[in-house]
Structures are given as structure tokens and as C-alpha cells.
């Protein structure tokens, strides 16, 4: 069977998938998304939802560099989100704070610190006093100090994907909710249909935002994609009065309190296949891992626990960029944990290579031949 054409087929309906399907229909293009299950089911429903400028990640790039414009890009388009789709998606620019406990941890923290602040970024150190007032809800008679970073924040991340989506559909994208990627067809080296479960989608261009399925996909033209998934556990409470400000970072698991009151728990990185099963133990190394450092969660229930498959890629950076053979392709996939954070600048970098406009930042660093030449060394 035939189905409607595109100018592009966005495969994935994750945060990813939604922000680039935002990104080009506000470019102009005619947009069909196709997606197994529905908007933010896998890993974007799955994770805690910070959206951290500067953060324990910052300690593996010491100066700002294309993470740190990923996510400065996306905090940008967090801000004006809701408003623009009409769906509040509960983002709250709280301020983040690095505790340190240890010496170690002080040594790594620092350079991070001084990189960022000689470029400008907003972030100040803290000595252990300080850094217990502002770490509120954080306990620990070992704090060090920290570095606290104003435009540290949060959002619901499942409301943010959908709010994505909806953006999507109101400038006319189509969205094939409940159905399957078969293959993609080419033809004298570039990409000319999705195929479906529903049938066939003529198409320009195709986007792979499959998540933790996207070397699946790319195996569909012969493309070896280092993707694999995995698993995140989280944990849900109930309803607290509010207990936690700024997000803290620099401990795992990781804990933020939405706006309703419910505070959030997470999240492993386990690779164990396709495996979406919530473990005893994992639940139990929360609350060991977790308990010290918020006591007052000790008498408090937990309500829903469930698990997601992050895109980990082997240096947990994203894949963006077009290939080559097939031409046609985009791929933007491997955010590992950190899809929430860069998803809008994920969409904007499609839309901009696929319309041929020059990126907004280099993508060489992103590009998937870096695997090949780690490998050769």
C-alpha cells in the first residue's frame, strides 16, 4: 500500500524524534513521523528530566564545547516551548548546583569550574556553607563546596515531547502513531521510501531517531551503528510538600521534585539488551544510595517504579549528521542519557542540514566516522 508522500520521515517518536519533526515543519517541509508505539514512550518518558547547563557531565569537557552549546540551544527553546504550543511543560529554571564530598571529586570539579567561568558561563564556587544553604533538601556533614550554575533546570520530560509533537502537527505534520519501520528503500543511492506496517511513504529525506532501535535502523541501508541500549530504572513517590530547590548534581541516583510534589528517583545505565524489567536490587541500591543524603524520603512511598532504554553510544556523545551513502539520510541518534537536554538543538541541526543551511555549531566531533577512527588507533 501506498501512503501520502513527504518531503521527510522522521523515524522515532522520542523527544528526538518530535523536536526534529518540530524543527522542519517550521522550515516548511511536509513532515510524516512514524513511530511503533506512541509520543515519549521509551527513554523520554524514562528519565528524570534535568536540563543541567553545567553539571557532573561538565567534568568530561572542561571548556564549553558542543554539548555545552547543545544544551544552551535547548534551554533557549525550553523557555519559550509552552507557550508557543500552548501545553505547559512544567520547565523551571531552578539553578543547579555540584556538591563535592570528597577531595578527589574537588580536584575534578575545578578545572570544569575555571573553564567554564573563563568563557563567560554563569557559575560560582561555593565553600561547604554555602553549598549546604543552597543544596536545599541535600544532607551531608562531608560537603567540600560546589559550583552552583543559575541556569540549571528542569522539565516534565514527557510533556515536553509531546508539546514537541504537538508543534509538529499544528504546522501539518502527520504523526503514524502504533506503526512499525519495515525498511527503507533507495534507489541509485538515495533514500526514496520509508516502509511501514501501514505501507510505504514516498519521501526526500529520512530521519533515524530511533533511540536505543537505531542501529536497527541504520542496518536497514547497511549502516553499522554503535547504539545499543540501555536500561534505566526510576522511581516515583508520592505527593511531598516541597523539600528540594536547585537540581543537584554530582551524586547518583539522582533526585528532583516535580512541580506537583512527587520527587523522582534515577537512573541506572545497565546494559543488558532490550531488557525494560524493573530489578529488586536496583530498587534497593536507590534506597541505600539515596537515603543517606535525603533522609526525610525514609517513611515516604513509593508509587510507580519503571524502566526505559537509553541510545548509549561508546562515548555517550549523540551521532548528528547527514551520511553519505545513502544520501538522503539523517541521522540523530546515541543522547544516551542526556536526550531531554539536547533534543530542540537536535531538531534544529536537522532541519538546518536537511535544508542546507550551515549548522548552528561544527558537527565534526558528532559525526559516526569518529568511531571508525578510534577503532583504527
Known amino acids: 500500500m ?4 513527504a518531503d521527510v520521515v522522521v523515524i522515532g517518536g522520542g523527544a528526538i524524534g518530535a523536536a526534529a519533526a518540530y524543527a522542519l515543519s517550521r522550515a516548511g517541509l511536509s513532515v510524516t513521523l512514524v513511530e511503533r508505539g506512541g509520543i515519549g514512550r521509551e527513554a523520554s518518558g524514562a528519565n528524570v528530566g534535568l536540563v543541567t547547563l553545567f553539571s557532573a557531565y561538565s567534568l568530561d569537557e572542561p571548556e564549553p564545547g558542543i554539548l555545552f552549546a547543545l544544551t544552551r540551544a535547548s534551554i533557549d527553546a525550553y523557555t519559550s516551548l509552552g507557550d508557543e504550543v500552548g501545553l505547559d511543560i512544567e520547565y ?7 556538591v563535592v564530598e570528597t577531595e578527589a571529586q574537588e580536584e575534578r570539579l575545578r ?3 575555571e573553564g567554564y567561568r573563563r568563557h563567560g558561563v554563569a557559575v560560582e564556587w561555593l565553600g561547604p556553607d554555602d553549598a549546604r544553604r543552597v543544596a536545599r533538601g541535600f544532607v551531608s556533614d562531608r560537603i567540600r563546596g560546589g559550583a552552583v550554575c543559575p541556569l540549571n533546570g528542569q522539565v516534565n520530560p514527557m510533556l515536553a515531547t509531546r508539546a514537541l509533537a504537538r508543534g509538529a502537527t499544528r504546522l501539518g505534520a502527520r504523526l503514524r502513531l502504533g506503526t512499525a519501520v519495515e525498511g527503507i528503500t ?9 516502509r511501514t506496517s501501514a505501507g510505504e511513504i514516498p519521501c526526500r529525506w529520512a530521519v533515524n531517531a530511533a533511540g536505543a532501535w537505531a542501529a536497527e535502523v541504520g542496518a536497514m541501508v547497511g549502516l553499522r551503528i554503535p547504539v545499543a541500549p540501555a536500561r534505566g530504572q526510576i522511581l516515583l513517590t508520592e505527593r511531598l510538600p516541597r523539600r528540594l530547590g536547585p537540581v543537584i548534581a554530582g551524586i547518583e541516583p539522582s533526585a528532583r521534585q516535580t512541580r506537583s ?13 532490550f531488557d525494560k524489567r524493573v530489578t529488586p536490587r536496583t530498587v534497593a541500591e536507590f534506597a541505600r544510595e539515596v537515603l543517606p543524603h535525603f533522609p526525610w524520603l525514609r517513611e515516604v512511598r513509593v508509587i510507580r517504579a519503571w524502566a526505559g532504554l537509553r541510545p548509549a553510544t561508546p562515548d555517550s556523545k549523540p551521532i548528528i549528521q547527514l551520511t553519505e551513502e545513502p544520501e538522503g539520510l ?9 536526550g531531554i537536554c539536547y533534543a530542540p538543538a537536535t531538531g534544529q541541526l536537522v532541519a538546518e542540514l536537511i535544508t542546507g543551511k550551515p549548522p548552528f555549531l561544527p558537527l565534526d566531533g558528532l559525526r559516526l566516522a569518529r568511531f571508525a577512527l578510534t577503532s583504527a588507533a
Do not use: F, K, M, W
Request: aromatic share 2%.
Open 330 to 338: 539523517c541521522l540523530a541518534v546515541g543522547h544516551s542519557r542526556r
Open 261 to 273: 510534589g512527587n520527587v523522582i528517583i534515577g537512573s541506572t545505565l545497565e546494559h543488558v539488551g
Open 92 to 98: 523551571e529554571q531552578s539553578g543547579g548546583v555540584v
Open 186 to 194: 533507495c534507489s541509485r543511492g538515495r533514500v526514496e521510501a520509508v
Open 111 to 113: 578545572p570544569a569550574y
Open 2 to 5: 501506498r501512503l501520502d508522500s
